[in-house]
Nanobody
């Protein structure tokens, strides 16, 4: 059974840190590029960081130097360490393959985890 379970979000002050985790099950993880996406209020869901099966990484410019993506292949889990958080990082964060896993013709997503950065 395919599963994506994100956790670790919360409310944090600007400059703070959070570590997100994404536990996966099924065929989503193995040998695939995994990624974290985020969706702010009224915006589309965008990729922010990706990690290839080789361990190489990719970040969008807005999070470079602040976020670190990692993976544990044995646990089929993906992590996102977020430091120096800013109010504009506020969003629901999702993990998935890159490109996203599909069931039939529909992208499959977990419930996401809410990150709120505010003083």
């Amino acid at each position: 059974q395919v599963q994506l379970v994100e956790s670790g979000g919360g409310l944090v002050q600007p400059g703070g840190s959070l570590r997100l985790s994404c536990a996966t099950a099924g065929t989503i993880f193995a040998h695939n590029t995994m990624a974290w996406y985020r969706q702010g209020a009224g915006t589309q869901r965008d990729l922010v960081a990706a990690i290839f099966s080789t361990g190489g990484t990719h970040y969008v410019d807005s999070v470079k130097g602040r976020f670190t993506i990692s993976r544990d292949d044995a646990k089929q889990t993906v992590y996102l360490q977020m430091n120096s958080l800013r109010p504009e990082d506020t969003a629901v964060y999702f993990c998935n393959r890159a490109p996203p896993f599909t069931l039939g013709t529909t992208d499959y997503w977990g419930q996401g985890t809410q990150v709120a950065v505010s003083s």
